[in-house]
């Protein structure tokens, strides 16, 4: 398969947070960032954005390209929320990932070893064009929360992998398994999904589906959730909320944007 590099490269914008915190957040660790360089991004999620805007995804792809193959484009992200954090992108224009992006995903987190975090609009996105942030980083939330099988039920299990759900008060569906067949049961459940939006994060041979009901779930968070924040990095752009920012803030906020557990 021709992935994408995992080495480091002078054209990727340094992780350069205003100040970091350590919180736990049901009995796990997580790590709050404050990065107001992130408010200059276009088309924000916040309340007031408009149903409507001209897409930035041709032009960036066209023009900020870091390595071309296989259909895919890699660029840099110019915000960054992690450390050597760049961007895949599908050279056609898809609004969600298909077989072939949910592929080289898995196996480029697999390979790195790093992590693979999608969002879409309604969960983060800035950008509707499908499109996963890879970074050669892991963080330990998910891998510490407690977990237990989930049936068969829900879609027809490729080979190989085994469903899970994190035991925690909202649905968070972990499919464990090599890089092609974890890739073949996401692509399956993003056809069971009955929310409009979700989070996926890719990390440690498993891929974490949050389904979601809510994006901005205010006053707990007051930004956009994303598959950052699932994944153990809540990123605020402003330091007032981050100082005041607690576990159980981040608790509630990571159930009323996501859906109750089955």
């Not at 070893?113 to 499908?130: F, W």
């Not at 330091?239 to 607690?246: H, I, K, L, Q, S």
Request: charged share 20%; proline share 11%; aromatic share 8%.
């Amino acid at each position: 398969m021709n992935l994408p590099p995992t080495a480091s490269d002078e054209r990727l914008v340094p992780f350069a947070p205003a100040a970091l915190r350590a919180l736990v957040v049901f009995g796990a660790p997580v790590f709050a960032a404050c990065v107001p360089s992130r408010k200059a991004r276009q088309d924000r999620p916040v309340e007031q954005r408009p149903a409507f805007a001209a897409s930035p995804a041709a032009r960036i792809v066209a023009q900020e390209t870091l390595w071309r193959g296989g259909g895919h484009v890699l660029t840099a992200n110019k915000y960054p929320f992690a450390r050597e954090q760049r961007i895949l992108w599908p050279e056609a224009p898809h609004r969600d990932p298909d077989l072939a992006l949910w592929t080289a995903i898995c196996a480029w987190a697999d390979r790195c070893p790093g992590t693979a975090l999608v969002n879409n609009v309604g969960a983060a996105a800035t950008i509707a064009r499908a499109h996963a942030h890879l970074m050669p980083e892991q963080l330990p939330f998910l891998g510490a929360l407690r977990e237990r099988p989930a049936g068969p039920d829900l879609i027809d299990v490729p080979d190989g992998v085994q469903l899970v759900w994190k035991d925690v008060p909202f649905c968070l569906l972990g499919a464990r398994g090599p890089a092609a067949a974890r890739a073949l049961a996401i692509w399956r459940l993003a056809e069971a999904r009955m929310t409009a939006a979700w989070n996926v994060i890719v990390q440690d041979g498993v891929a974490w589906l949050y389904p979601r009901r809510l994006e901005t779930p205010a006053p707990h968070f007051p930004y956009a959730l994303g598959a950052a924040e699932v994944w153990g990095r809540w990123c605020y752009l402003d330091r007032e909320p981050f100082d005041a920012a607690t576990g159980v803030d981040l608790e509630r906020a990571l159930v009323a944007a996501g859906t109750p557990p089955l």
